[in-house]
């Protein structure tokens, strides 16, 4: 028994399951998990190591260096990257796409690191392993206390952060902007030998006085007493008590009365973080995976606001980031325009196939989309910004199985057939059409889902829903249908006869009766006709190659982003200044009125919130600004205005405003990269590489990544003069330590916290390396200070702060864009100097950035296209019997070229990769008007029809479902063309212009392709 057969059968069941499908479909629609994009795993690690005594040049070679050859032992390893600083080493491991299960490769990396540590040089920190690093914060919460003190504020946040952890779904809380407390011993070296004591004898007491002693029990009369021996530091009168012994029995002196000892912050501070230009402590918060976060959001916000309401008074908690507004935001922009798809698509259905054919069909379209939901759930695919955009393509693909199916119950009506038999027979006669053609339509898109990496997790949603989409419209189609057409739809009325049989010229449409002429003439100007599409085709191919392109466009958000560079070794202090100075400037209303609010960070990036945007390392000559713009507004004009004043008003800083991208790359970006062995040489070649492209008019944001070369005071001790000073090397080290940084020598306990104890000189004496040269150091041998300058050289050096590694070589990247020029356009214009460029021997150059990216992507993309065109000739084959029949769909589907690239280039639009989906979607669609096309006139010749009659009685048959379904698929595209956003503005307009022209080229090319590749002899159609 067949399946329609069944379904009419049972047809009160299968009603029945029907409503209940749309009943559960509406309600897992009520509780869908939400997101603004694609979940995208990340296959990065980040390692990171510390040693302060080492220079950049010291941490590449014992400390970069191993952990890269010991993470290369991975098979798994794709990239490697290594950034190296003034006492640390970050390695960025980047796994193959094909690695999908992580944990064991993080495990494995973990144990190689542990490995390269015994290689470290003593002192070392690390090497840390980070397999977190894609982790996006959901909100940043920014705590402000007027008239509090940062320590205050920072006991505030740590409490708020334990409150936060009890709310559902909160993955993790990071504080960001956090200055720790220390408390500093300063003293004068002069004065440390003036009471004839060493820095070791000094600090001595305070190392032993401060001890957590060992505690114990007492047992008596069936009591237990704890006895607690206290002996640490818990206040600074403490430390200021503690008795120092002098030399030569001058007695015992307090250790106040020889050092200032100073509570504060730590010195230099590692960061600092502003809310709307007021110092702020920020909490990022994090969401669980598989969490809905509309309704985290809303779980957030009341444990926020009830926080805050226990708040001292002055204490406030603002939001700086908060995805859940963004993301209800989106997924109702898509929302809206599917529910405007779906609405337009129904009002079309019902025009063309009347009130009770319209109904019929316009109640199945929202049958499948829930059970399309359904699907979702449970496969793991939420709601986002890529399976909405699946099921608005989806609509005009889906409404055709429904159509044809009640086209096909009417047209039986029509011939006599009764309502059983002709649902029954509908159903049957068309189940493999509809399924052949809809699985060629799934294998159109199976390239997006066999391609790997993260553009193929972005954009794999796409392929699966469309996938699910189709299939429940095949199976709505030959089971709902038939019974809701038995039910309700009517026999047409037959037609008046012509003389010469058939229905008359009056009762056919003037479109019907244009197009039979239009096909008729093409029928017999078949040579024309070819040569007229085949120059068409010509001309679009040439057009392509003319289309502007990009990867992906820029984010919609109402957000904009100003990355703060000073030169490189300015203190954080100076960092610090340029961003109050910029608060002060983005709070004047009158100068900025379209800005909300805004979170500034120096010193850092702040937590990760925006899956593409990767936090740069931490380090004091950089900054970040956040600025959240008025909903409504252009940020393009806020961020204009910004640039303009940042490059007016603060030239000492090197500004780049940008808006937030979709892609790894911002769109426009340029990459040329050296690799090499000599700094030197790559500084050269890179200084040539920025020359070429700021010299191209509009270029923007021209830099290398290894900065400027910065000041180095070198310190070389002498060993013969140290021992002959009576000191040894660890005793100056230790002293140099304190003179330069400080050097923890205890700590003091404070509440639930330990706080670090650091000696240190007084100010006077850390200014400048003139100072450091009269550091006095204790010598017992002469009972007196002896001056570093009798021990030790000096000498002033210059070197690199920031050395770049790429794949275990040095390497070099500058990075550029340009105000109006495309990637491919600004590459286009340097690459001829570039590869000018004389390279020493042992060196390489390499163009990388956006166009690389997208060529590298499009390669992988490409290299499934092969197996997917194996698989739908396949089904082709075995559906026709035929080789000629699938040659005819291959050769009509080149034309959807013709209508997408010129509705591209009127509108306007750009080549990204969502345009290339569009492509893909329409061949879908016209490869689906081919099959059953041709199914209609095999199906004719059958019944004993000769070709010519098959031919045109079939178009005449498909060309109102053909059309109908061109119609619901542009009509509904509308929205998404207008609100839908640059992400899928070009993806629209080629499906909507391209499916236009297609349809009208398919109409007339594959019924003269039939007639050129079965000559009429009167025989019924065969297997070739």
Not at 20 to 40: N, R
Not at 496 to 516: C, F, N
Not at 584 to 603: F, H, M, T
């Amino acid at each position: 028994m067949s399946v329609t057969k069944f379904s009419m059968h049972q047809r009160r069941l299968v009603t029945v399951i029907a409503f209940m499908c749309a009943l559960i479909g509406f309600f897992e629609y009520l509780h869908f998990p939400s997101q603004e994009d694609p979940q995208i795993e990340s296959r990065v690690s980040v390692i990171s190591a510390f040693n302060p005594g080492l220079a950049p040049e010291e941490m590449e070679h014992l400390i970069a260096r191993p952990i890269e050859e010991h993470a290369r032992k991975l098979p798994e390893v794709d990239e490697i990257e290594s950034r190296v600083r003034q006492g640390s080493a970050t390695v960025e491991i980047t796994f193959h796409d094909w690695a999908t299960d992580l944990d064991p490769i993080y495990q494995k990396l973990r144990n190689y690191m542990e490995e390269a540590q015994r290689e470290f040089p003593k002192g070392t920190v690390g090497a840390f392993v980070n397999d977190d690093f894609g982790k996006v914060s959901s909100a940043s919460i920014a705590l402000t206390g007027e008239g509090f003190t940062h320590h205050e504020l920072r006991e505030m946040a740590e409490d708020i952060a334990d409150d936060l952890y009890t709310v559902p779904g909160v993955r993790d809380v990071e504080l960001f902007g956090v200055r720790d407390d220390r408390v500093y011993l300063e003293v004068e070296s002069v004065q440390i030998s003036s009471k004839g004591t060493s820095p070791k004898a000094l600090f001595a007491p305070v190392i032993d006085q401060n001890q957590i002693l060992p505690k114990g029990m007492l047992r008596g009369s069936g009591t237990q007493i704890i006895v607690d021996a206290a002996g640490h530091f818990e206040d600074l009168a403490q430390i200021e008590e503690t008795p120092v012994g002098l030399s030569d029995d001058r007695g015992t002196a307090y250790f106040g009365d020889l050092v200032d000892v100073v509570p504060g912050y730590q010195d230099p501070a590692s960061s600092y973080a502003w809310f709307s230009g007021t110092p702020t402590i920020v909490l990022s918060v994090s969401m669980a995976d598989d969490e809905n976060i509309i309704e985290f959001g809303a779980r957030l916000k009341k444990k926020t606001a009830a926080i805050e309401h226990s708040l001292p008074i002055g204490c406030q908690l603002r939001f700086g980031i908060f995805q859940p507004d963004i993301v209800e935001v989106a997924i109702s922009s898509f929302t809206n325009n599917l529910y405007q798809t779906l609405t337009i698509v129904c009002v079309v259905v019902l025009l063309f196939l009347g009130l009770r054919t319209g109904v019929v069909v316009g109640v199945s379209i929202p049958l499948v989309i829930l059970i399309t939901l359904i699907v979702m759930r449970q496969v793991g695919i939420p709601l986002h910004s890529i399976s909405i955009a699946a099921m608005i393509i989806s609509l005009g693909l889906l409404v055709d199985n429904s159509i044809v199916v009640a086209e096909d119950f009417r047209r039986r009506l029509g011939l006599g057939e009764g309502r059983r038999e002709a649902a029954i027979n509908a159903g049957n006669g068309l189940a493999v059409p509809l399924l052949s053609s809809s699985l060629t339509t799934i294998a159109a898109f199976m390239p997006l889902l066999l391609t790997d990496g993260s553009a193929g997790e972005y954009v794999g949603a796409l392929s699966q829903v469309v996938t699910i989409s189709l299939l429940a419209s095949w199976m709505v189609a030959i089971t709902f249908v038939p019974i809701q057409c038995y039910w309700f739809v009517k026999a047409p009325k037959p037609p008046k006869a012509s003389p010469e049989g058939g229905p008359s010229d009056a009762e056919e449409s003037a479109v019907m009766t244009a197009y039979l002429k239009i096909l008729r003439w093409s029928l017999s100007h078949k040579m024309i006709v070819g040569f007229v599409v085949a120059s068409m085709l010509a001309t679009a191919v040439h057009g392509f190659t003319q289309l502007p392109q990009e990867q992906f466009p820029i984010g919609e958000r109402s957000q904009y982003l100003a990355f703060i560079d000073l030169p490189a070794g300015s203190d954080i202090e100076e960092t610090r200044a340029a961003m109050e100075s910029i608060n002060e400037w983005l709070g004047d209303k009158e100068a900025n009125p379209d800005v909300d609010n805004w979170v500034s960070y120096a010193g850092t990036a702040g937590p990760r919130f925006y899956i593409t945007l990767a936090p740069f390392d931490p380090v004091p000559y950089r900054g970040l600004i956040m600025v959240n713009t008025t909903p409504g507004v252009d940020p393009g004009i806020p961020m204009r205005r910004m640039a303009d004043y940042l490059q007016s008003s603060r030239p000492e800083v090197r500004g780049e405003v940008k808006q937030l991208w979709l892609g790894s790359q911002e769109p426009g970006t340029v990459l040329v990269n050296f690799r090499g062995p000599d700094a030197k040489v790559l500084k050269e070649l890179s200084i040539q590489a920025r020359d070429i492209m700021n010299a191209v008019p509009g270029a923007l944001f021209v830099k290398d990544d290894w900065r400027n070369l910065t000041p180095k005071f070198r310190v070389t001790l002498d060993p013969e003069r140290v021992q002959r000073a009576g000191l040894s090397m660890g005793t100056v080290a230790k002293m140099l330590a304190i003179g330069v940084s400080g050097a923890e020598v205890s700590a003091m306990v404070e509440g639930d916290r330990s706080v670090p104890i650091v000696a240190r000189l007084s100010p006077g004496e850390r200014e400048s390396p003139s100072r450091l040269e009269d550091l006095q150091i204790y010598s017992p041998k002469f009972e007196r200070g002896i001056p570093l300058r009798q021990v030790a050289d000096f000498s002033l050096e210059w070197h690199y702060p920031e050395i770049q590694r790429y794949q275990l070589r040095r390497q070099v990247q500058v990075s550029g864009k340009h105000q109006v020029k495309t990637a491919d356009e600004f590459v286009e214009a340097i690459l001829p100097e570039i590869e000018a460029i004389e390279l020493p021997p042992g060196y390489e150059r390499e163009i990388a950035g956006e166009v690389a990216d997208r060529e590298e992507n499009n390669a992988d993309l490409f290299s499934h296209i092969p197996i997917c065109l194996t698989f739908m000739a396949l089904l082709l084959i075995g559906q026709f019997n035929s080789l000629r029949r699938p040659a005819i769909i291959a050769i009509t589907s080149p034309l959807v070229l013709i209508g997408a690239v010129l509705g591209m280039h009127v509108m306007g639009a750009k080549f990204s990769f969502t345009s290339m989906l569009g492509l893909m979607s329409l061949v879908g669609i016209l490869l689906n008007n081919s099959i059953v096309m041709l199914d209609c006139i095999d199906d004719l010749r059958d019944n004993g029809a000769n070709v010519h009659d098959a031919i045109v009685a079939a178009c005449k048959q498909r060309m109102q479902p053909i059309v109908m379904t061109t119609l619901t698929t542009v009509l509904g595209l509308i929205p998404m063309i207008m609100f839908g956003g640059p992400m899928w503005y070009g993806m629209a307009n080629a499906i909507a212009f391209g499916l236009t022209v297609g349809t009208g080229l398919t109409l007339i090319v594959v019924p003269i392709l039939y007639r050129v590749m079965f000559p009429d002899r009167g025989d019924a159609p065969s297997a070739d």
